[in-house]
Structure formats: C-alpha cells, structure tokens
C-alpha cells in the first residue's frame, strides 16, 4: 500500500511537568506518513502500554534512560500492525511489539535498536496481554522478584500496587512458586478481584484500613519479600515487618512520582540492619536477553488456565493525557492500555 495519503497524529512533550502532568504540558501535532525506505516499515499503531515510569521519563536529570526531549514524540511500548514494509524481517500484516512511541503510525528501520520490535500473534493471546504480563510489566514482575527478591516455598511475599500491570503478576507468580501472596491495593473492588480471581492469599485495603495493622494480622511471622511499585508510607510500613533476612524489590514509588517537594526516603530502614535484609533496585531493561524464558513459563500457565490478567483499556489517542492520569489517581483496574486504532 501507498502511506503518504496517511497521516500520522502524534504526542509531544511541550513542557517538562511540575507536579501532576497537565493538558497543557503535551502538543498534538500531525504530519504525513512517508513511504519506507529499503529495510525499514512502517507500523500503524493499534495499542499503547501507559506505565507510571513514563513520568520519570518526561524529567530532566540521569536516570537509567535519558529523558524525552522537548518537542519528541512521547515514549510508549506499543502494539502495531505491519502496514508496509521493504524489510524481510517483518511482512505486511504482521504484528508487533515494541516502542513505537505515542502517535499513530511508526516508521523506521525494521532493526531499529530503540524500537526493539518483535512478532506477536493475536492467535495465541488477545494484542492486549502482550502489553501486560506478556510484556514489560510481566517481566518486570518476573525477574524483580525471582530474581532480586528470590523467593523461597513457605515464604511470605508481599505487593503494593497488587491489582496493577505488574502487582497482579508478581503476586501469582509467588503462588505458582509456593509462597503465600499478600496484596496491597486501594478500594474493596481491587482487593477482592485479587483475592477471588488472582488468588493472592490476602488482600490489604490502604484506602480503608491500617496498612501496618493488615501486615500484623496477615503476616504474622513477619515479610520475607517486599515488592514495593508505591513507596512512602507503605513501603516504612512494610519495613518495620520485616522478617530475618528479609529482601526488598525496589521497582517503583508511584506514590513519589509528582511531587513538587523532595521525594520521601524511608524512615525505617535501620529495620534493614536489625533483620539483615537488604533492598535493591531493579530495571527491566537488565533482563532483556531472557524475556524469552519468561514468557514461556507465563504463558504455560495462561494456557492452563491458572494465570489471569486484566486490562483497563480506554480508546482514543486524543484522550492520551487525562488517560495517563488515571494511573496516579489510582483510577486505573488492571493494566491500563490505550487503544489507538480498532483491530481490522
């Protein structure tokens, strides 16, 4: 097919945000799709995976990515249909994972090492899910916690964030593991989904009772692995329940991320010394070479039966910045997805 009578709507970073990203801190801009050139594609986009990391990105400062630019294409993982192509890598009508940025239409080298694309097959899962405990937030839960918190059969793993993209999966990952799963979420609805269709063990809702009074009653010998994706007051809430040698995953401070003030440290980490734990960071981009392991065991139990997921799904490229928001107003259930264009 010809693209240059596409045009392709896209999102820019206008501004650097201060606390909460506002309407006004994104520029909406089109331009015409051009045609591919040897060895590069051209990919409409279908979905977009909306991450709180995507706030870090949008400061200015080192961090384990560089930031996005003033005036770029917001970054995105994303789902793509293949709409043209010169490459022999990827045929037209095939689909694909990877960062195609926030806009509807990616074009570039088939091979290029920032989009990172890779096939996906909608026969074996919905788009969707690749995007999930298929995709970044998947593995992210995956190798944070069996790799950085290494649990063992019998141990208690506790998880802030537990109805999100990657509390759900980490916490049925423990299951599947043999470990009791405590969850951490806002609102009877999270906390029973968790429970009833996760599986998790417990549930503590934040937003209606004492955090450190649900560790007391459901972890009474105390927390052998935290996963934190919130920080603050939950996180030194978990820390004084620590077990003896206890560890600590560091993904996330969501509760951190808009802060107009110096983000909060914890105040109990001397918990770390008396327990002889230890708390480390994790970035998903480390585990790269072996998504591939991950997605086999998930998507063994997927097939089983004994793996869910949800998805939040809202359409509409034009709603990108208020549908963002939701991830930090906690408005999101389950992995929130926007979608760009309906599947043909």
């Known amino acids: 097919m010809t693209t240059t ?12 945000p201060v606390g909460l990203p506002k309407r006004s801190d994104w520029k909406f801009t089109s331009e015409p799709v051009r045609e591919p050139g040897d060895g590069e594609i051209v990919v409409k986009v279908l979905y977009l995976s909306l991450d709180p990391a995507m706030r870090g990105w949008m400061n200015e400062g080192k961090s384990y990515i560089r930031p996005v630019a003033i005036d770029e ?14 490459s022999p890598k990827f045929a037209v009508g095939e689909y694909v994972s990877g960062g195609t940025g926030v806009q509807e239409y990616w074009v570039g080298p088939a091979d290029d090492k920032t989009a990172a694309f890779y096939k996906v097959d909608p026969r074996m899962a919905p788009l969707p899910k690749y995007l999930n405990s298929l995709g970044m937030p998947g593995m992210t839960a995956y190798f944070g916690l069996l790799d950085v918190g290494q649990p063992k059969p019998g141990d208690t793993v506790v998880v802030s ?5 990657v509390g759900q999966t980490v916490g ?3 299951k599947h593991k043999g470990c009791r799963a405590i969850g951490i979420a806002g609102g009877k609805e999270k906390c ?3 429970v009833n269709e996760l599986g998790f063990d417990a549930c503590i809702d934040y ?29 030194d809430d978990v820390l004084a329940k620590l077990a003896m040698k206890a560890r600590i995953v560091i993904c996330g401070a969501i509760s951190q991320y808009n802060n107009t003030t110096p983000v909060k440290g914890p105040a109990n980490y001397l918990s770390l010394l008396v327990n002889r734990a230890r708390m480390e960071g994790m970035v998903v981009f480390d585990y790269a070479d072996r998504y591939h392991v991950a997605a086999a065991e998930m998507g063994k139990w997927m097939q ?20 963002l928001l939701m991830l930090f107003e906690g408005k999101n259930f389950g992995k929130l997805v926007l979608q760009v264009a309906d599947e043909e």
Not at 73 to 86: D, E, L, P, Q
Not at 207 to 235: A, M, W
């Open 5 to 16: 009578a596409l045009t392709n709507q896209q999102v820019r970073l206008a501004a650097r």
């Open 73 to 86: 294409v917001m970054r995105a993982g994303g789902i793509g249909k293949v709409v043209a192509s010169k």
């Open 161 to 165: 964030g537990a109805a999100g993209a």
């Open 172 to 174: 049925q990952i423990a």
């Open 207 to 235: 937003k209606n009772g004492s955090v450190r009074e649900g560790l007391k009653q459901h972890c009474p010998t105390g927390v052998n692995v935290y996963f934190d994706n919130v920080g603050g007051d939950i996180l």
């Open 304 to 323: 089983a039966g004994t793996f869910q997921t949800r998805e939040d799904i809202v359409k509409g490229l034009d709603t990108f910045p208020e549908t």
């Open 192 to 194: 029973d989904f968790v």
